[in-house]
Structures are given as C-alpha cells and as structure tokens.
C-alpha cells in the first residue's frame, strides 16, 4: 500500500482531533467533578444516574406526602379532641340538670347552653386544612354539615377517603367521611347531632316530667357519642406511625442512594488531573511530529 502525503496528514488531524476530544472530556470532568457529564460519557452509567435521580425525587415527592398526612392527622386530632370536650359538657349538663324540679326558666337557659355547644359541635364538624373541609370525604369545596332552624342536622358530603401515596404502588387512606364521627346511627353508633337535639327538646319541653326522662336519657348516649369520637381518633394512631415508620426509612436510605450515585457519577479528581497532564503531552507531541513530517515536498511545488 502506498502511503501518501495525504494520508499521513488526514492521519495526523485524526490522532489531533481525538487527542483534543479527549482533552475536553477530562477538563469537563475536572471542572464539573462529575466523570458522566452526558449520555455519551458512559450510556449504562448514565440510565443508571438518572434511574438514582428519579428515586430520589420520588423520594422527595413521598416524603412531602408524608408531611402532609402527619399534619393533617394531627389536625384532626386536635379537632375531634375539641368536639370530644364539648360532648363532654353537654352530657354534663344533661347530668347535672335532669331533675324535673328546675324551673323553666333554668330549662330555657340551660337549652341555649347545648343549643350553642350544637353549633361548636358541627364547627369542629365543618372544620377545614389548608382550604378543605376534612370531614366531607371528596367534596372537599363544600361544608359537610348544615343544620335547620330546628337543630335537623345533615350530611353533604360523600363517602370518600383522603388517600397518601407514600411509596411506589402504597398508600394509607384517612377517612373523611364525617358521618363516621358524628352521625354513626346507621352503623350500630350514635348521631351526636340527634342526641344534642334530644337534649335541647328535653330542655324545652313543657312537660317537666317528661322533659326530664328525655334529658336523662341524654345521659348515657352522649357519652357512647363522646366515646365514639374518641375511637375514630384512636383509628388515626396506626395511621400516624406508618407515616412516621415509612419517613424515618426514606430518610436513612436517602444518603444511601445518593452515595451509590456519587461512586457512579463523580470523578476521581487525582486521577483525572493525571489523566490531563498525559494528555496534554501527547497532544503536544502529535502536533510537533506533525509539524516535522507533514511539509511541503519538492514534488508538490513541481505538480
């Protein structure tokens, strides 16, 4: 094979071209740090960066959720601790005066007393997080509880559940539908907004005597209705530990993650500053053989 005077130069550009090339690739490394600056780099250890990035943003993604879901919980526990209490008083009042020998004026004072603990009742009811009501399952733009002018209480909201993603393919649900706290008739429970009106009916009653069986028999399921509001928060305490499990994983894993990634991604510094230094001698000396080779022959200057 002849070797011509065009080859030895294209020959020449090629071995600068991939001398410089290389060059920038190990001044990028030093610069950035980072020995995958793109795809090209190391294509597997890239798919394997970016696979680390995503966990980690999803990471960040769950653990906001996660926040989210502890502070909402201990939202409605302060809240159902609240209207816990105020049953609490209207069964004391309903203990405390269910003798037939008050007066009605008593009765009468006495009934504004639970009228007003009924409305504190459905305002914790109607209590909202960050804008929602907590307690009207998805509808969460519309009050759950109304009442009429005669203490008729209803329910507006539908039977949804508040779910968090927590994990890939996990979440845990908070339930959301208010009539589980407050108006549990249907299933075996007691409706506290019924019960506090009975109240308010015995309290009003003409009748003294009968008045006061109706208040005393307030007595008991006021307090089954307390009790029940005290169980539904107990169901929030599982809840709130697997929350609370799940964060503490995420976040002793998170460094784990981002260790793995910095063994794949950064560059070894030391060794790379090396690298550079060998490159740029042979970067130099390919240009020098080059310019004692390639010159113009006397056969070039005759054609």
Do not use: C, W
């Not at 005077?5 to 030093?30: C, D, M, P, R, V």
């Not at 926040?67 to 609240?82: H, S």
């Not at 208040?215 to 305490?237: F, H, K, M, P």
Request: proline fraction near 2%; charged fraction near 20%.
């Amino acid at each position: 094979m002849r070797v011509t005077q065009n080859i030895t130069t294209s020959n020449f550009i090629s071995y600068i071209n991939q001398h410089a090339e290389n060059l920038l690739k190990t001044q990028q490394q030093i610069a950035s740090q980072k020995r995958i600056n793109k795809s090209s780099d190391d294509p597997i250890g890239m798919g394997q960066v970016l696979g680390y990035r995503t966990n980690l943003a999803l990471t960040d993604q769950y653990q906001e959720n996660i926040q989210q879901g502890k502070t909402r919980l201990e939202f409605n526990e302060i809240t159902l601790d609240l209207a816990s209490d105020l049953v609490k008083t209207a069964r004391g009042l309903a203990a405390n005066y269910s003798g037939s020998s008050l007066s009605s004026a008593a009765r009468q004072s006495i009934a504004l007393q639970v009228k007003d603990l009924y409305d504190q009742v459905m305002q914790m009811a109607n209590s909202k997080f960050n804008g929602n009501y907590i307690f009207s399952g998805h509808a969460t733009n519309t009050a759950p509880f109304t009442r009429d002018a005669n203490f008729n209480a209803t329910y507006n909201g539908d039977d949804g559940e508040l779910r968090i993603m927590v994990s890939d393919n996990v979440e845990v649900n908070i339930v959301a539908d208010g009539r589980n706290i407050f108006q549990d008739a249907a299933n075996g429970g007691v409706n506290i907004f019924d019960e506090l009106k009975n109240l308010i009916d015995g309290l009003e009653n003409p009748d003294p005597v009968a008045g006061s069986a109706q208040i005393q028999a307030a007595v008991d399921v006021l307090q089954d209705g307390r009790d029940q509001i005290n169980s539904r928060r107990s169901e929030y305490t599982p809840v709130l530990y697997r929350l609370q499990a799940t964060d503490e994983y995420m976040t002793n894993l998170r460094p784990k993650v981002e260790e793995a990634m910095a063994t794949l991604e950064q560059a070894d510094i030391t060794k790379a500053v090396v690298e550079l230094q060998n490159l740029e001698l042979a970067y130099e000396t390919t240009i020098a053989t080059a310019a004692r080779i390639i010159q113009p022959s006397l056969l070039d200057f005759l054609r």
